[in-house]
């Protein structure tokens, strides 16, 4: 309890000092090795105790909706650093970013994500929102109107974690999503459990019957690359081809310098324009 609320108030502040950083992990196509896109992920440098995981203070930032503005500020410098990236000249690689199940419920979502495609000017085709199977599944209709309206933005969705809600598969096609991501906890145990392996063909089977791709996250070894090119997945993620990288590292793989301006000036300028027009 005094950990979490220390945490809390830790991140008032987080933001504005800027210890924010994202980290960029490669998805490969699995046919061609090609790097096709790359999952952007939140770190957070903590003034004393370090590095610290999303899976720490995430579900932290969510109980105190810190997640609203943390959440924006990640989409908006995904999109920053991935569209100076394309100017440098880099094959135009799409960026994936985490939504929150809290920022799925703001009324100003849409409204916020075509702010920050047309403040950074990115490709709305370059741009990929991943929500997670349960956080999707919670509302069932609300979610369809919602992912209609995101995806007539021009940018697509994929659904995260899949298999670890246990929702109906056919729930699966309403939605206008492009991707479903098998969680890593199948990946894991393929070899070992057969179960597993059974899971990652079925959702493959049944996602390319729906038109979607398949992505498969957490792979690390060589057995679990060559079953999921044996049932057909599309997209491979996973420690075996790299962990996420630091931007300019990401950049160097790229073979690219980032030139864009940072993120939290931008959202400042937006936060007293908003300011301003409640004023007026
Ligand atoms: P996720 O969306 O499922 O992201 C994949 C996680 O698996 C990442 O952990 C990644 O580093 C890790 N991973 C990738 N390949 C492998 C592998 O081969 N082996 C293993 N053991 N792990 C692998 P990470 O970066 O710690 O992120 C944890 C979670 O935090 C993410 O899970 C996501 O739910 C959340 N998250 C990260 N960034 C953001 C963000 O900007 N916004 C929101 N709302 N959530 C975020
Ligand atoms: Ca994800
Ligand atoms: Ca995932």
């Known amino acids: 309890m005094q950990r979490r609320r220390s945490i809390e108030q830790d991140l008032d502040v987080?933001?504005?000092?800027?210890?924010?950083?994202?980290?960029?992990?490669?998805k490969l196509n699995a046919r061609t090795g090609a790097v096709g896109g790359m999952e952007a992920l939140i770190r957070w440098r903590h003034p004393e105790k370090g590095f610290m995981s999303p899976g720490e203070f995430i579900p932290i930032a969510e109980r105190s909706r810190q997640i609203v503005p943390i959440g924006e500020w990640?989409?908006?410098?995904?999109?920053?650093?991935?569209?100076?990236?394309?100017?440098?000249?880099?094959?135009k690689a799409k960026v994936a970013v985490n939504l929150s199940t809290i920022q799925l419920r703001e009324k100003s979502l849409v409204e916020s994500v075509k702010w920050i495609l047309d403040a950074t000017d990115l490709d709305p085709a370059c741009l990929e929102l991943e929500i997670t199977?349960?956080?999707?599944?919670?509302?069932v209709d609300e979610t369809v109107r919602l992912f209609k309206r995101l995806a007539d933005l021009g940018l697509s969705l994929s659904i995260d974690d899949f298999g670890t809600g246990y929702s109906s598969l056919s729930y699966l096609k309403r939605f206008p999503v492009k991707r479903i991501k098998i969680d890593r906890a199948f990946i894991i145990d393929i070899g070992a459990d057969p179960n597993s392996g059974a899971i990652a063909r079925a959702v493959t089977t049944l996602g390319h019957s729906f038109g979607m791709e398949i992505t498969a996250e957490g792979v690390e070894t060589q057995e679990q690359l060559d079953f999921l090119l044996d049932i057909g997945c599309d997209?491979?993620?996973?420690y075996l081809f790299s962990r996420p990288l630091s931007g300019d590292d990401f950049a160097k793989f790229l073979g690219a310098a980032d030139t864009g301006r940072p993120a939290v000036a931008a959202i400042h300028r937006r936060q007293s324009q908003i300011e301003v027009d409640l004023a007026g």
């Not at 987080?14 to 992990?25: G, K, N, P, V």
């Open 235 to 238: 997209e491979i993620q996973g």
């Open 133 to 139: 199977e349960s956080a999707a599944m919670r509302d």
């Open 14 to 26: 987080a933001l504005d000092r800027e210890q924010f950083i994202l980290h960029y992990q490669p």
């Open 74 to 91: 990640s989409l908006f410098e995904a999109c920053r650093r991935t569209k100076a990236w394309h100017d440098a000249g880099l094959p």
